[in-house]
């Protein structure tokens, strides 16, 4: 598959990089200041985070290293995954350029405070909200909770083919949430969705509930799995900045429409998601905070 041109700039960390302009995005319009950029948007000069990040010119974005294909470190040193290419290409509809940072998930919210990154953008799901000191952007992405068995294994699709099963997931996660909510289903708490896969692979575990990009990757990586059947639930995936910094996210969500417009985020997605598009809401799945009212009232879907 072709390299995408929003991926072009290599990015290592700490370092700032000229994120490429795409055709028509605002980067490409090498006269026009950040400040103009930001202006144009918001009907007014930009304000708080986002008076600075236009000042300064650059967007910097913490990443969690260890979250491929989402976002890691190459061997060269160079930021890569869906994520970091969202990024850059924000940066480049806004007229900035891109810089990366590692991020520590526990400390997000100490962090942006602490202007250590202006964003996070590392498929944090806006449902729930991951925390109250933040303000998430609209989506750029979802993800769905996907039943995975072992490769051949018979299809569970159904909240009804779950029960007396035994189903793995990893602690502390929507998928445990949602499982345990849902009478009559067998759960196996693991630390990590390999240690899940590698129980579902040899049979321990009937099926093991994981995000449908993981799924993905896993099958088309060797892993010994499939996923089986539609989504049980969906989460939308969004950028987080510090609560009340309105004009950062209103600058953000009209680069995100302007991603959405030109296809880039149904590109990249497919791109890093051997063909999945995750940029679209899915159609006929509950949200996660849906799902678990539904699952309360008897009135989730069993077929």
């Known amino acids: 598959m072709a390299v995408l041109a929003v991926a072009a700039a290599v990015v290592v960390p700490g370092v700032v990089a000229t994120t490429a302009g795409c055709g028509g995005h605002p980067a490409a319009q090498a006269t026009k200041t950040a400040t103009q950029s930001l202006t144009a948007i918001l009907g007014h000069a930009p304000t708080g985070a986002a008076a600075t990040i236009a000042t300064r010119g650059t967007l910097v974005v913490g990443e969690d290293p260890q979250f491929a294909p989402q976002s890691s470190v190459d061997s060269a040193g160079a930021w890569t995954g869906f994520d970091v290419d ?11 350029k891109v810089e990366f940072r590692q991020f520590d998930w526990a400390r997000m919210p100490s962090a942006l405070a602490a202007g250590r990154y202006d964003v996070a953008i590392s498929s944090i799901p806006a449902d729930p909200p991951p925390s109250s000191q933040l303000t998430m952007s609209a989506p750029y992405a ?11 294994g018979a299809s569970l699709a159904t909240l009804p083919e779950l029960q007396g099963k035994t189903i793995g997931v990893t602690a502390s996660t929507t998928f445990q949430q949602f499982l345990e909510a ?7 708490v693991y630390a990590t969705d390999a240690d899940a896969l590698s129980d579902v692979a040899d049979g321990t575990v009937a099926g093991a509930m994981i995000a449908d990009t993981t799924a993905m990757s896993e099958a088309a990586g060797g892993a010994g799995v499939s996923a089986a059947g539609r989504g049980f639930f969906f989460q939308p995936l969004a950028i987080a ?8 996210v209103t600058v953000l969500n009209a680069g995100l429409r302007t991603l959405r417009r030109d296809g880039t985020l149904r590109r990249l997605s497919r791109h890093w998601y051997h063909g999945l598009d995750v940029s679209a809401r899915p159609a006929g799945v509950p949200s996660f905070s849906a799902a678990l009212a539904q699952l309360k009232a008897g009135t989730y879907p069993t077929g």
């Not at 969202?86 to 900035?96: D, E, M, S, T, Y």
Request: hydrophobic share 50%; glycine share 14%; no cysteine.
């Open 241 to 248: 900045t510090l609560r009340g910094q309105t004009d950062l």
């Open 142 to 152: 979802y993800t769905t909770a996907q039943i995975v068995v072992p490769t051949g």
């Open 86 to 96: 969202v990024a850059r290409a924000i940066a480049a509809a806004l007229g900035l």
């Open 182 to 188: 849902a009478n009559g289903v067998g759960v196996a």
